[in-house]
């Protein structure tokens, strides 16, 4: 502050004295470099003055960090998927008759826990219908099945919501980002609450029924498909921020590339959400052979029920039935995609993504009807749904390697 004040004296006594001396003078070449030095003088002073604090805003780093972070998102819910669908299979879904956000996060602890825990699971269908004889010991195994596929669920929510909040302060995300990641964090909430809708279906009495309790087929396919589409939304959004779209000329191939790609993915995202009727109803075991259904390519209990509307999401046969022709339609439609895309000069990396996609999809197929064969062991059905998200990965970044360059 002294020397900026010395320096300001010094300039209003030069200049004063400049214009005494530019009365008295009548020479230009002394008037313009007096002018010249107290613009120049001006520049120095402004420049000294303190700057503002920066502002973090969206930049190429910023957008390579949430990028990163909606994809470690995305992995966490294949895995939420992954372990619900070993949940279902090991048929250890119903094991937890209660639903506490916070209070059941820590399991039971000592023998007198266990017997109480285990004493309210007897008091509902699937114990008293199915698992009548089922020892304390089994009981912990389905339960911790259950315990740690909701654990994993609050381990999804937190690793959305807490970055979010951060995020948000820091000042990282734009307009557009910020309502893309509050749509994220409340599907998170939604799925949660969505998943024990489901588990109530399969605890409610039903005294005019006497086949095995199992939740409800259409609450199983929203719990799942609404963890899908999250899953695809963190996805999407994660590479589109990581990786540049590419300079494509946008030529008529091109745009019938992209809307093809766009509806195999479509057909992708339809046939995962329909195996979920099929887990939903046992359907895989209903049919065990191929490329025929028993004897017949088209059953004879297709429509069996009434009205017609009802077999495409009650009958064992005609979901099976449909999981059959919409994996095969996948299959057909991802190879047009492949053999289209030879046609055309491409990027390498959106030439390897359907490369990808077509080798997984055809692993995919091989893996549904070598577990529809050996009557869906558990292991190889585990195995056939975490394809299912793959293939669905695939499509996904198929589609971001021929976005449109934004405007």
Known sequence: MLLSSVRTAIFCGCRNAGKGFQNNSRSPQLRQWLVKRGQSTITVEAGASPAPAAVTVPSAATNRILG???????????????????????????????WHLVREMKPPQTQAEWEAEFSKYQQFPEFKIMNHDMTLSEFKFIFFMEWGHRMWGRLVGLAYVLPTIYFWRKGYFNRSMKGKVLGLCGFVFF??????????????????SYDIPRVSQYRLSAHLGSALLLYCASLWTGLTLLRPAHKLAETKNLLQLRRFAKGTGGLVFLTALSGAFVAGLDA????????????????????????ALKNFFENPTTVQFDHRILAISSLTAITGLYLFSRRMVLPRRARMAINLLTTMAYAQVALGISTLLLYVPTPLAATHQSGSVALLSLAIWVLAELRKMPK
């Not at 972070?69 to 008759?97: F, H, Q, Y």
């Not at 969505?194 to 005019?208: F, I």
């Not at 065990?288 to 069996?304: H, I, Q, T, Y």
């Open 68 to 98: 990163r972070w909606l994809l470690g998102c995305s992995g966490l819910v294949v895995g939420a998927v992954v372990l619900g669908g070993v949940t279902r299979l090991t048929e250890s879904g119903l094991s937890m008759v209660d």
């Open 191 to 208: 799925q949660g609450l969505l998943g024990w809708y489901m588990v109530k279906s399969g605890l409610e009495e039903k005294p005019e």
């Open 284 to 307: 895989g075991l209903v049919y065990n052979s191929f490329p025929k259904m028993g004897e017949r390519w088209v059953p004879d209990d297709l429509l069996a029920f009434s009205p």
